[in-house]
């Protein structure tokens, strides 16, 4: 009696009795949490080319208006290689790290669903 009722309340709302609540919050959420991590992803890969050109103008000799770190020389400080080793790793933190964090969102909305 009780589920005959909801199905005819259902009915005048204009909802179908096989209505399985897809699209619900949640379901809008994960869509949601899905396309944020794709948009972060994305935003990674499309940022690549410039943080390698950055670094590679850092790592370069000096020339002209532009100062570089010279890092083929190997004569340089200490304290230049170190420099020139944590500019190495300055495309790979970034990079890594968007992309880190867009399948970190995949997984909770995977996980915590």
């Given at each position: 009696?009780?589920?005959?009722?909801?199905?005819q309340l259902?009915?005048?709302?204009?909802?179908?009795?096989?209505?399985?609540?897809?699209?619900?919050?949640q379901g809008?959420?994960?869509?949601?949490?899905?396309?944020?991590?794709?948009?972060?992803?994305?935003?990674?890969?499309?940022?690549?080319?410039?943080?390698?050109?950055?670094?590679?103008?850092?790592?370069?000799?000096?020339?002209?208006?532009?100062?570089?770190?010279?890092?083929?020389?190997?004569?340089?400080?200490?304290?230049?290689?170190?420099?020139?080793?944590?500019?190495?790793?300055?495309?790979f933190y970034?990079?890594?790290?968007?992309?880190?964090?867009?399948?970190?969102?995949?997984?909770?909305?995977?996980?915590?669903?």
């Amino acid at each position: 009696m009780k589920e005959e009722k909801s199905n005819q309340l259902n009915l005048k709302k204009g909802v179908s009795s096989d209505y399985n609540g897809m699209w619900n919050k949640q379901g809008q959420v994960v869509i949601y949490g899905l396309c944020l991590a794709l948009v972060i992803i994305v935003l990674a890969l499309a940022l690549a080319p410039a943080v390698l050109e950055s670094s590679n103008i850092a790592r370069n000799q000096t020339d002209g208006d532009t100062y570089g770190l010279d890092c083929t020389n190997s004569s340089i400080s200490m304290f230049d290689k170190a420099t020139c080793r944590v500019v190495d790793l300055n495309m790979f933190y970034f990079i890594g790290s968007l992309i880190f964090i867009g399948g970190a969102i995949v997984i909770a909305k995977i996980v915590y669903q």
